[in-house]
């Protein structure tokens, strides 16, 4: 699975507060609700990345944890407690 920079997607800054990331998260869902865009299959894609990115930024727990964890975030969500810390300190995500 590729790598969702989540703040990318809602178009905020990475030290945005929950607010910004709210307004941020309403007004994309308005413009790219399925509903809004029938028979566009972009608009979906679009939308479920967005629900995505809050409900990950949204969460105080789940957005420290994908600030710290990058692009392992996706795998370490995945593996859960199987997530293997000695292979991503290996290569070299200590360093981030």
Request: hydrophobic fraction near 30%; charge should be negative; glycine fraction near 4%.
């Amino acid at each position: 699975m590729e790598y969702q920079d989540y703040y990318a997607r809602l178009g905020v800054p990475r030290d945005a507060d929950p607010e910004s990331i709210k307004r941020a998260y309403r007004s994309m869902a308005r413009r790219f609700h399925p509903d809004v865009n029938p028979d566009n299959p972009e608009a979906e894609r679009v939308f479920k990345e967005i629900n995505e990115a809050y409900a990950v930024l949204s969460d105080p727990e789940k957005r420290r944890r994908y600030d710290h964890l990058g692009a392992a975030w996706q795998q370490a969500q995945s593996q859960g407690a199987h997530f293997n810390w000695s292979e991503w300190f290996r290569a070299g995500a200590s360093d981030s």
